[in-house]
């Protein structure tokens, strides 16, 4: 862990490899967790982005994957769910928020918004989660354009670790700040977020800075072959994995991190990085793993 200056250090793959150790041979999937991935819609393409999420998720390492989405868009999910679970959510009405709970109750960590377009319900839905779920909480896309909607103090209500995993455009609706002056005081900005509103923030970049409003973690991986539709969704699965099974941490986060940066570089090493798509990075996963493994 090499420090940068006060409370800021960058990780490297020997602070996270104890995390991927071996596992013993009588192991079962009831020992690693359940992930769950909720999102999709019909207007966006959000279904097979699912499968990436919850295909991710299992490849790193989590035992159960469950799909939580709306009846509608079943017929487009369905023929890519395979190792996956999946969750049928009725319309929105009292049975929809006893379904959801009874779904999530048992999850240890949730990707919540990938693909969900801009439902008029989902502000009502997300703080449902923050106020009942009780696991791991990634809020990600779709998920946070609704936050930015809402009042962020909802996040102080939370039962949930929340981890929050914007992009400069999505961090600059949150804040609502340009994203030139996020680009020049970043770190502070992050810091100072997390802090408020007692989140962990994951704000994506070449240098990936994550914080819970002290200690802060960069991270620098990844290639130009990542710049490609759903790399962003292939981290959430990956992380929705982990957090299943592995504390919720800055390191954990961190190992993530470097899976997804690791496994888009040899994605990009095997197309280029004109060709490639984030399919090729999940394809990679267990390839990123074993490096990490055996550095």
């Given at each position: 862990?090499?420090k940068?200056?006060?409370?800021?250090?960058?990780?490297?793959?020997?602070?996270v490899k104890?995390?991927v150790?071996e596992?013993?041979i009588?192991?079962n999937k009831?020992d690693?967790?359940?992930?769950?991935?909720?999102?999709?819609?019909?207007?966006?393409?959000?279904a097979?982005?699912?499968?990436?999420?919850?295909?991710?998720?299992?490849?790193?390492?989590?035992?159960?994957?469950r799909?939580l989405?709306?009846?509608?868009?079943?017929?487009?999910?369905?023929?890519n769910?395979?190792?996956?679970?999946l969750?049928?959510?009725?319309?929105?009405?009292d049975k929809?928020?006893?379904k959801?709970?009874?779904?999530?109750?048992?999850?240890?960590?949730?990707a919540?918004?990938?693909?969900?377009?801009?439902?008029?319900?989902?502000?009502?839905?997300?703080?449902?989660?923050?106020?009942?779920?009780?696991?791991?909480l990634?809020?990600?896309?779709?998920?946070?354009?609704?936050l930015?909607?809402?009042?962020l103090?909802?996040?102080k209500?939370?039962?949930?670790?929340?981890?929050l995993?914007?992009?400069l455009?999505e961090?600059?609706?949150?804040i609502?700040?340009?994203?030139?002056?996020?680009?020049?005081?970043?770190?502070?900005?992050?810091?100072?977020?997390?802090s408020?509103?007692k989140v962990?923030?994951?704000?994506?970049?070449?240098?990936?800075?994550i914080t819970?409003g002290?200690?802060?973690?960069?991270?620098?991986?990844g290639?130009?072959?990542?710049?490609t539709?759903?790399?962003?969704?292939?981290l959430?699965?990956?992380l929705a994995?982990l957090?299943?099974?592995?504390?919720?941490?800055?390191?954990?986060i961190?190992?993530g991190?470097l899976i997804?940066?690791i496994?888009?570089?040899?994605a990009?090493?095997?197309?280029?990085?004109?060709?490639?798509?984030?399919s090729?990075?999940?394809?990679?996963i267990?390839?990123?793993i074993?490096?990490?493994?055996e550095?």
């Amino acid at each position: 862990m090499k420090k940068i200056n006060n409370n800021t250090y960058e990780i490297e793959i020997n602070d996270v490899k104890y995390l991927v150790k071996e596992r013993n041979i009588d192991s079962n999937k009831g020992d690693f967790g359940k992930a769950g991935i909720y999102g999709g819609s019909i207007e966006y393409s959000g279904a097979l982005k699912l499968a990436y999420l919850s295909l991710s998720a299992l490849r790193s390492g989590c035992g159960i994957s469950r799909v939580l989405v709306k009846k509608e868009i079943l017929p487009l999910l369905g023929p890519n769910i395979l190792e996956q679970t999946l969750c049928i959510l009725p319309d929105y009405n009292d049975k929809f928020y006893d379904k959801l709970k009874e779904s999530i109750k048992d999850l240890d960590s949730l990707a919540f918004g990938i693909g969900l377009g801009s439902d008029k319900h989902l502000e009502e839905v997300l703080e449902f989660l923050i106020k009942n779920y009780t696991g791991n909480l990634i809020i990600d896309a779709d998920g946070l354009n609704t936050l930015s909607k809402m009042n962020l103090n909802i996040l102080k209500c939370k039962k949930c670790n929340i981890l929050l995993t914007p992009h400069l455009k999505e961090f600059s609706r949150l804040i609502n700040k340009p994203i030139d002056e996020i680009k020049k005081y970043s770190l502070n900005l992050v810091k100072e977020f997390a802090s408020t509103y007692k989140v962990t923030i994951l704000l994506k970049g070449h240098t990936t800075i994550i914080t819970a409003g002290n200690t802060t973690y960069l991270v620098k991986t990844g290639c130009a072959g990542m710049a490609t539709a759903g790399s962003g969704d292939v981290l959430s699965g990956i992380l929705a994995g982990l957090l299943a099974y592995l504390n919720f941490s800055l390191l954990t986060i961190s190992l993530g991190i470097l899976i997804n940066g690791i496994a888009g570089c040899l994605a990009e090493e095997d197309n280029t990085n004109i060709s490639m798509i984030a399919s090729d990075t999940i394809n990679n996963i267990g390839n990123a793993i074993k490096i990490i493994r055996e550095s």
